[in-house]
């Protein structure tokens, strides 16, 4: 019911930027809370990052002060810019949303992931 393509990953050197967006689409839909995980390889997938609609934010500790998740509501878009990046932030990010449909049931969507490599 509701598609989300996630752009902006890449390879970036310890201490760069990088910005992903997340596009959601549907008919008939009405989005809730965003949110960014990742997940590294060999470990579990983690929340970096959510918002509501209302503009409440919450971030992972490891990522507060380098990371800053916004949407706009009208486009159905969450980006997340990530700043002074790690090595440690290596993983594949995923975009993740909660959705209403006109029967007022809910659901979850993810993206397809977008990998995100910090060299050192």
């Known amino acids: 019911q509701v598609q989300l393509v996630e752009s902006g990953g890449g390879l970036v050197q310890a201490g760069g930027s990088l910005r992903l967006s997340c596009v959601a689409s549907?008919?008939?839909?009405?989005?809730?809370?965003m949110r960014w995980y990742r997940q590294a390889p060999g470990k579990q997938r983690e929340l970096v990052a959510l918002?509501?609609?209302?503009?409440?934010?919450n971030y992972a500790d490891s990522v507060k002060d380098r990371f800053t998740i916004s949407r706009d509501n009208a486009k159905n878009t969450v980006t997340l810019q990530m700043n002074s990046l790690k090595p440690e932030d290596t993983a594949v990010y995923y975009c993740?949303?909660?959705?209403?449909?006109?029967?007022?049931?809910?659901?979850?969507?993810w993206g397809q992931g977008t990998q995100v490599t910090v060299s050192s």
């Open positions: 549907g008919r008939n839909v009405n989005i809730y809370t």
């Open positions: 993740n949303a909660d959705y209403t449909t006109i029967s007022s049931q809910r659901y979850d969507s």
């Open positions: 918002s509501t609609p209302g503009g409440r934010t």
